[in-house]
């Protein structure tokens, strides 16, 4: 999510229709499942989005569903938005709208484990399909997020992150998150931010983690790495960074995009009106596979959240 995002809407590029995408569907029409979505008012110098505006805008840009978030951390935005915000919100709307939870590892709760495992349980039984956006401003393996992630596991709830200098900080190489993969193999991750996103290439620095690196990808980055080890880990490609990641080295992105076709969802992170959308664009142009574009748009989510 990057606060300093502004401008006009983008629309997708005229194209042809396959026929794969001309199929009748069960799910709402729509080329993409949007995995990275935030109602109300996040950041102070943008205004709100409500659910009605978000749908028109979705409507607008051959958007099926959208996953809505949370935003409880202190870190994570101006105001907080939180779990019961957001099911409020999407109730009316939930064939299209996904609401997400969320908890902040700092938070006091009592029962330990047992106690963290009943308020997730509570959340989803009112409709939620996820857990996040988690941008807390600890390091990815905390205890207290470890934690958080042994319950996620539990009840059954994907776990999307935000990396970066700030929130759920890691080193060069993502030795945290590796840790946390290892630990908690039963938790699904979905990997976000800058830090995450820099790691596409090798040789990246702390620096990078916090940024936005552009330029050829080297070889080497963790993430390729982390998916060629571990079946829990997952990327969605919302924001300046997922679209800064491939559009950086457009022959490595459609190589990589290809490559971890089973493992990557299209995101947007649009969280208030008129902003600017450089995945719309990107994936109009960038030539995929039929196969692999509908995984990547919207297949992978759906499976993943049992939609």
């Known amino acids: ?28 029409p729509g080329r993409y499942v949007d995995m990275h979505t935030h109602l109300g008012q996040t950041w102070n110098t943008q205004p709100p989005l409500t659910a009605e505006a978000l749908l028109r805008w979705m409507d607008a840009n051959d958007i099926s569903q959208a996953v809505v978030l949370p935003l409880v951390n202190p870190e994570a935005s101006a105001y907080p938005l939180t779990t019961d915000f957001v099911l409020t919100q999407t109730k009316p ?11 902040d590892p700092r938070t006091s709760y009592v029962g330990g484990h047992k106690g963290l495992v009943g308020m997730l349980t509570k959340y989803k039984e009112a409709g939620c399909r996820g857990f996040g956006e988690h941008k807390p401003g600890v390091p990815i393996a905390d205890p207290r997020n470890i934690a958080i992630f042994k319950a996620c ?7 999307l992150f935000h990396l970066d200098n700030l929130r759920n ?8 998150l590796e840790k946390a993969l290892k630990e908690v193999p039963d938790c699904i991750f979905i990997g976000h931010g800058p830090g995450w996103w820099a790691s596409i290439s090798g040789g990246v620095t702390e620096r990078d983690l916090g940024g936005y690196p ?22 969605e490609l919302s924001a300046g960074s997922g679209a800064g990641a491939i559009s950086r080295d457009e022959k490595f992105g459609r190589e990589f995009l290809i490559r971890r076709a089973d493992r990557l969802m299209f995101g947007t992170d649009f969280l208030h009106p008129g902003q600017d959308v450089p995945q719309l664009e990107l994936f109009a142009r960038i030539d995929l596979p039929a196969d692999v574009a509908a995984k990547v748009f919207r297949e992978n989510a759906r499976k993943l959240l049992g939609l």
């Open 1 to 28: 999510m990057c606060a300093a995002a502004l401008g006009a809407m983008v629309k997708p590029c005229a194209r042809s229709v396959s026929r794969a995408e001309e199929k009748p569907s069960r799910f709402p």
């Open 93 to 103: 709307y939930r064939d299209r709208l996904i609401p997400f939870c969320s908890i």
């Open 153 to 159: 596991a539990e009840v059954k709830l994907p776990v």
């Open 169 to 176: 900080t890691d080193k060069p190489s993502l030795p945290g």
């Open 214 to 235: 552009r330029g050829p990808v080297a070889a080497g980055g963790a993430i390729d790495r982390l998916m060629e080890k571990y079946p829990n880990i997952y990327g």
